[in-house]
């Protein structure tokens, strides 16, 4: 089982970037702890991370030919805006679970909007670094069940 982990502007200066909200752990400490998961769950991961919106669309457009099983992806400030990212998780008919660090539901009024939701199976929010490992469980889980069928 591959997954493919997306993560949107800023998130690369997690540590530095509002840590009142967002934590003082590191990107670097984030990756690590989803590969972790990833070794004792037995399933490979790749990381993805970029501020361009474009960047993103064209990684979810090449996660259909790398025959990714699932995605993972906090697309921050594109949550609220892109629906070019939209478009390309719903092009490419792959799982997929929106996750946040902090619980944006309880954040900006703008913030109350996503787009990924319209097309993620499940949206984890405020859950920390924790969001990230329980959306590799709930995939795992959601990807097994579609092999049942």
Do not use: W
């Not at 998130?11 to 998961?37: C, M, Q, V, W």
Request: proline letters at 3%.
């Amino acid at each position: 089982m591959k997954l493919l982990v997306i993560n949107g502007p800023n998130i690369n200066f997690l540590g530095i970037r509002e840590p009142e909200i967002y934590g003082s752990d590191t990107y670097a400490s984030l990756l690590e702890l989803i590969a972790k998961h990833a070794r004792e769950t037995g399933v490979e991961v790749e990381f993805f991370q970029s501020n361009h919106e474009g960047a993103i669309v064209d990684r979810i457009q090449q996660a259909y030919f790398d025959k990714v099983d699932g995605i993972i992806v906090n697309p921050a400030a594109y949550t609220h805006t892109s629906v070019a990212i939209l478009d390309a998780l719903k092009a490419v008919s792959i799982p997929t679970v929106e996750v946040h660090i902090s619980k944006v539901s309880d954040r900006e009024k703008f913030r109350q909007i996503s787009y990924v939701s319209k097309v993620a199976v499940k949206k984890i929010e405020g859950r920390g670094f924790c969001g990230y490992v329980d959306a590799m469980d709930f995939l795992i889980e959601y990807l097994k069940g579609k092999e049942n069928e």
